[in-house]
């Protein structure tokens, strides 16, 4: 794209670069060796949430260069900044989990205010991490300046005594090694070739559920969420990525006119279809209400009801991202989705296209059985499900791929915990009881605040061997890693007084996934007597960050955000 057919006068970089008055503000430009046709053309902002903090971000550097080449060969000024990440695999297990969560907004955040106060007229997005990847996508939408998300890859498996394995098997062996199962050896030598590579875990956890919504949202280019990270085709895509943003530049296509309500059930779909990560379904909430589109938890839930389970990925099923990518990649997944009526394909992508003509050229891989065709699923409803009752009036969410119709019902007596610590260690020391619902209260948005995830509990309950014979239930949120009968973001949550704080043990809970239904066998009475005498719980979040962000938080239902959105906005930054 050839800069000079782009009207300067219109873009946001027009503040800091043209005209005399601009001259103090040109010289810093200058500065760092900038041309004056490069000061004269676009300026890209390139942003990565690179860090040396864990291996799905360590590659987003080296990226990061290749969309930077692929801007200045479309005659753009590309400009890279990094924004934070906090990675929930090593922030998993302890309280630095309460810092996941929140830094999604930091990301947003800090990429928005980055955008504004160096006026950037367009966005490359760049992550690895859980929640890196919606949080780059929240900016995008906020800001609505041409925009084009990367992801930076899956990690390759490793190989465990001639099997694959992914970091699930290693939080799994922790419950072995409780038991005695598993020896300190072995242990030791399953921690050392777990993750081999770079790149995000491997199965259709978190960071691969929301990769595959990027393409599904259309903010990224077809087959580019698919390629592991060590794979140098990463590096064709972020050039091309870099290429692109100068086209959307030139027709002013915008994240706001690629991210409408029919894109946001495309992207549910493709959760439910590939039995995706439960947190998609605090993450699409969060990205609709940047655009100012109602679509919460239960318009989420709704999707996943009518949406066939296609895609035998781990946790639940045999296959990872990199045997997805290598067969047809997200394409050949939303293809036949597509073909079978279960995706809209008259919605706009960042290729300039619509979905149905990206998708037109896609042909059926009939050599392969990690994605069913929609019409012959693995089950006919999808891998996540919502669910609502007299427990969680404000919905909950629980993950259903691979678990067995039979073991979708659970009733059983409470076991309360005020926090996750507290039933770890119950359960490191095998004191709870078979048949019982294990509830991790506290842990909200609010509550705990900034809603930890609960793997560790999970993964040693079925390292232990007893994932599906307890159930667990919290107002926090589990891994796309969880397997087994785990409810999340059941709202409202314990700190604002709702049921799941006002539960005992010993009260009967009866779960459904089929129906959907989450219930305590009490009387609307008692719940009002217990609700009456509750009072709130103190927390320890009384300064930094956390605290900011328990004030600000809303509810799991809306998407756990903490700012009034879209629908509030008087104008967008593009406009500006």
């Known amino acids: 794209m050839d800069a000079r057919l782009i009207d300067k006068s219109k873009l946001p970089s027009r503040h800091v670069t043209e005209g005399p008055a601009r001259a103090p503000h040109r010289s810093y430009l200058y500065a760092m060796g900038l041309t004056k046709e490069q000061i004269g053309q676009p300026l890209v ?41 906090v990675t929930d695999g090593i922030a998993m297990g302890h309280k630095g989990m309460k810092a996941s969560l929140p830094s999604r907004e930091v990301i947003a955040d800090s990429v928005e205010l980055t955008m504004r106060g160096h006026s950037y007229d367009a966005l490359v997005g760049m992550a690895g991490c859980d929640k890196s990847l919606p949080g780059m996508m929240m900016a995008m939408v906020r800001l609505n300046v041409p925009s084009i998300f990367i992801y930076g890859g899956s990690i390759l498996p490793g190989s465990f005594r001639g099997r694959p394995v992914t970091v699930q098997d290693l939080f799994e062996a922790v419950g072995k090694h409780s038991v005695g199962e598993m020896s300190d050896d072995d242990l030791t030598e399953l921690e050392q070739v777990a993750c081999p590579s770079a790149g995000a875990c491997g199965a ?28 140098e085709i990463r590096d064709r895509f972020c050039a091309m990525a870099g290429e692109m943003v100068m086209e959307l530049i030139a027709k002013n296509i915008r994240p706001r006119d690629i991210v409408t309500l029919k894109a946001l059930e495309n992207a549910a779909t493709v959760v439910a279809a590939s039995g995706g990560s439960t947190n998609a379904a605090l993450h699409l909430p969060a990205i609709a209400h940047e655009v100012g589109i109602k679509f919460d938890l239960f318009d989420v839930a709704e999707i996943f009801k009518r949406t066939p389970y296609i895609a035998d990925l781990k946790p639940g099923g045999r296959y ?10 997200i394409p050949l997944l939303m293809k036949t989705l597509l073909d079978n009526g279960y995706l809209h394909g008259d919605v706009m992508t960042v290729t300039g296209r619509t979905m149905a003509e990206n998708l037109g ?29 007299n427990l969680a009036p404000e919905g909950a969410i629980v993950k259903v791929a691979g678990m067995p119709v039979e073991k979708q019902v659970f009733r059983g007596p409470a076991r309360c915990f005020d926090g996750e610590e507290a039933c770890f260690e119950a359960v490191s020391k095998r004191q709870y009881k078979e048949g019982e619902v294990l509830v991790i209260r506290y842990e909200g948005p609010r509550g705990g605040p900034g809603m930890r995830e609960m793997l560790s509990t999970t993964a040693a309950l079925y390292g232990q061997g007893m994932g599906d014979k307890v159930a667990l239930i919290t107002d926090g949120r589990f891994s796309g890693a969880t397997r087994g009968f785990c409810i999340g973001h059941v709202g409202p949550e314990a700190a604002v007084g709702g049921p799941i704080g006002l539960i005992k043990d010993g009260d009967i809970i009866v779960l ?12 609307d009475e008692e719940l009002a007597r217990r609700r009456a005498e509750w009072k709130p719980r103190e927390t320890t979040a009384t300064s930094g960050y956390l605290w900011k962000y328990a004030q600000t938080v809303g509810p799991a239902r809306d998407g756990a955000v903490t700012h009034p959105g879209g629908a509030a906005e008087k104008e967008t930054y593009a406009d500006v």
Not at 205 to 231: C, D, K, Q, R
Not at 321 to 328: L, N, Q, R, T
């Open 45 to 85: 902002g390139v942003a990565t949430c690179w860090n040396e903090a864990a291996p799905c971000n360590i590659s987003l550097m080296r990226q990061a260069q290749a969309v930077k080449k692929g801007v200045a060969a479309a005659h753009g000024t590309p400009r890279e900044f990094c924004t934070i990440t």
């Open 361 to 389: 050229s896609v042909k059926w891989n009939d050599n392969q059985d990690v994605v069913y065709p929609a019409n012959k699923p693995i089950t006919a409803t999808g891998g996540v499900v919502g669910l609502k009752g």
């Open 204 to 231: 259709q956890f978190t960071a691969n559920t929301m990769a595959t919504v990027s393409e599904a949202i259309g903010l990224a280019l077809p087959y580019s969420a698919g390629a592991p990270a060590p794979y």
């Open 320 to 329: 990872v991202a990199k045997d997805m990518f290598e067969v047809g990649g």
């Open 512 to 523: 459904d996934a089929i129906e959907g239904t989450i219930a305590v066998e009490l009387s």
